[in-house]
């Protein structure tokens, strides 16, 4: 059975950092694109980043500058180091994988598997 777990959200003030970590079971992602979406209270769901299976990464122009997205397929794991978080990031966070790709998409359907979301509330 194939898991993806978030660990790392919380909260936190305007400013201040977090980093999220999304371990993953049951299968290796080495080389499978992987990305993190968000999704806001009454809002649809949106990317956030993403890294390829070999390590291009992509980014929301809402986050980029502030957020990296990275890997370690030694420890099938998946980070987002955030930085200089705002209140517009509170969210709850997605980590997801896509199946037999390496390259990474911005379209949350085009990826298979998903993490339970790990919440991310910054205060003003």
């Known amino acids: 059975q194939v898991q993806l777990v978030e660990s790392g959200g919380g909260l936190v003030q305007a400013g201040d950092s977090l980093r999220l970590s999304c371990s993953a079971s049951g299968r290796t992602f080495s080389r499978n694109a992987m990305g993190w979406f968000r999704q806001a209270p009454g809002k649809e769901r949106e990317f956030v980043a993403s890294i390829g299976g070999y390590y291009g990464t992509n980014y929301a122009d809402s986050v980029k500058g502030r957020f990296t997205i990275s890997r370690d397929d030694a420890k099938n794991t998946l980070y987002l180091q955030m930085n200089s978080l705002k209140p517009e990031d509170t969210a709850v966070y997605y980590c997801?994988?896509?199946?037999?790709?390496?390259?990474?998409?911005?379209?949350?359907?085009?990826?298979?598997?998903w993490g339970q979301g790990a919440r991310v509330t910054v205060s003003s």
């Open positions: 997801t994988a896509r199946s037999g790709y390496s390259s990474s998409s911005l379209k949350w359907n085009e990826y298979q598997y």
